[in-house]
């Protein structure tokens, strides 16, 4: 059914049930109701085209992606970011645009949005220490939710993102308690907030228990099961290697579990593994008993968030930055023990010569 024939049925004008569905306060409240309960009962949804031109909005959100980055399009946290996201959206009448492109053009998209009206605002991922794209949002007016947040951008804006530096602080001092001092970092890429935020919350962790923070004992790189597994077989086969492993994905949790098992190593009774699980739709971390020891939070419940705070941005351009700091579960999985000394690496005997 089309706004003429709802308006035929109702006995209304177009312009009248179109203000009515919109929301316009001239329209009366019993007019309203009528008009609501009649849309329900024919199962009427209108144009978002034709309800753009009515509102001056578009009900479309955007999310950019350089093309250095593109490779999260296909990155599961992503994946579930935007499902948590995409439940907000639909449940209000939003759609979304995903836009990929080259680096040196990030900041023309953004004000072309702007300038064209193609979307009401948009969610800024993966923000960088001293991010600009935070500033460039604020000179041109465009409504913006920053999924994480940017060390060295003084001015306020709306955020979600979890506490991650109490998150590793905890996890560092976790596995201290149980008797570990080499204790290697397996982080993402440190120019990224996130990354940083988590070395702090490690070194945070040994220093408040006095051990010093050791250079090499950390690694970071994009956080993929190869990086997790190519880290811990160069730490493990050092001179003098780490009994535990904080890492800052379940991905690359894989590849330190597959580096210790090649070695002919477990999990939790020579190596304990403590990573951040964002308990992902596609990769669960065990159910009941989680694979890892893991400090937790549902990015998928990041998403809704981070959607909710822009849609009311949207609605009330000129309420308050409004950020949301998430805090993190630490689960004790079967990755985890008492701090023990490895066995030594089994020796490779000569050929014997004829």
């Not at 970092?185 to 940083?196: K, S, T, V, Y």
């Not at 006095?210 to 597994?229: I, N, V």
């Not at 000394?341 to 020796?347: D, E, G, M, S, V």
């Amino acid at each position: 059914m089309n706004l003429k024939q709802l308006s035929h049925r109702l006995g209304l004008s177009q312009t009248t049930v179109s203000r009515a569905l919109n929301g316009y306060p001239e329209v009366g409240e019993a007019t309203r109701q009528r008009v609501l309960s009649a849309a329900a009962r024919y199962n009427y949804r209108p144009n978002s085209r034709a309800k753009g031109l009515a509102t001056g909005r578009s009900h479309t959100i955007g999310h950019v992606l350089p093309t250095t980055t593109r490779h999260e399009v296909v990155n599961p946290i992503f994946g579930d970011f935007i499902a948590g996201a995409g439940e907000v959206y639909a449940a209000n009448d939003y759609e979304m645009v995903l836009s990929i492109v080259e680096d040196d053009t990030e900041e023309e998209v953004y004000r072309a949005f702007k300038t064209r009206g193609t979307v009401d605002g948009v969610i800024l991922h993966g923000p960088k220490l001293n991010d600009r794209r935070i500033t460039l949002l604020q000179e041109i007016g465009l409504p913006f939710v920053v999924h994480g947040r940017a060390s060295g951008v003084a001015a306020d804006y709306s955020w979600v993102d979890v506490n991650n530096t109490s998150a590793f602080a905890r996890a560092t001092e976790f596995l201290i308690d149980l008797g570990h001092r080499r204790i290697a970092l397996i982080n993402g890429p440190e120019e990224m907030d996130f990354a940083h935020r988590r070395r702090c919350g490690y070194e945070d962790g040994l220093t408040r228990r006095g051990l010093p923070a050791d250079p090499a004992l950390m690694r970071s790189d994009e956080m993929t099961e190869r990086f997790g597994y190519d880290s811990a077989c160069a730490l493990l086969g050092a001179a003098d290697p780490p009994t535990a492993f904080l890492v800052a994905s379940v991905i690359s949790a894989l590849g330190v579990r597959r580096a210790v098992e090649e070695r002919g190593l477990r999990l939790a009774r020579d190596i304990s593994v403590v990573t951040f699980d964002d308990m992902l739709s596609y990769l669960d971390n065990g159910g009941q008993v989680p694979v890892f020891t893991a400090t937790r939070s549902s990015v998928r419940d990041a998403g809704r968030r981070a959607a909710r705070l822009l849609l009311a941005q949207i609605a009330a351009p000129a309420s308050l930055p409004d950020p949301v700091l998430l805090e993190a579960e630490l689960t004790v999985g079967q990755s985890t023990g008492p701090a023990r000394p490895l066995p030594p690496a089994p020796l490779t005997l000569p050929a014997k010569t004829r």
